[in-house]
């Protein structure tokens, strides 16, 4: 688990490079970054999704399982153990806080890939129900990383992985 200092390294040290902000980095463990990019896909903002939403759905709990599903859009996605402990301990503010930051200024997202030829056709079409799209060969290049993370995610999700 990541000390206090950790947690205070991705929150503090900005820099401005150029003009543009230079937000601290955080490196999340992988079960709250599945989290953090499970719930923040273009078609909930564009479904009105506000910022407290997204925090809300990533968080956890009863209300917001029940908000999610009142969207209607896709599965929800359980807490696992791996984001309850670190959700659980110490620096709470401060790992919602980590979790803010990260929806405003952007994340690593590229240990999340997944093989779309190991999918079943049916994660696949779910994930493509949820962005919008009839077929993959629809989907653009800038959502086939996503769209086919999200299909895996709805894989373990259905079948309790």
């Known amino acids: 688990m990541d000390s206090f200092s950790e947690l205070m390294n991705g929150l503090y040290g900005w820099k401005v490079k150029g003009d543009q902000v230079d937000p601290p980095r955080y490196k ?19 479904s009105g999704m506000t910022f407290m939403g997204a925090m809300n759905f990533i968080l956890g709990g009863d209300d917001a399982k029940r908000d999610y599903e009142t969207y209607g859009i896709g599965a929800w996605l359980p807490e ?55 077929d993959l060969s629809d989907v653009t290049k800038q959502d086939h990383d996503d769209l086919i993370w999200r299909a895996s995610m709805i894989y373990r999700i259905k079948n309790n992985i």
């Open 80 to 134: 696992s153990d791996g984001f309850k402990k670190w959700y659980g301990s110490f620096g709470g503010s401060a790992r919602q806080q980590l979790i803010a930051l990260a929806l405003m200024y952007g994340y690593d997202s590229k240990s999340l890939k997944a093989d779309e030829n190991s999918l079943p056709k049916w994660a696949l079409q779910a994930a493509l129900d949820d962005y919008g799209y009839e």
């Open 28 to 46: 999340f463990p992988k079960p709250v970054l599945e989290r953090i990019h499970y719930f923040n896909f273009a078609q909930l903002w564009e």
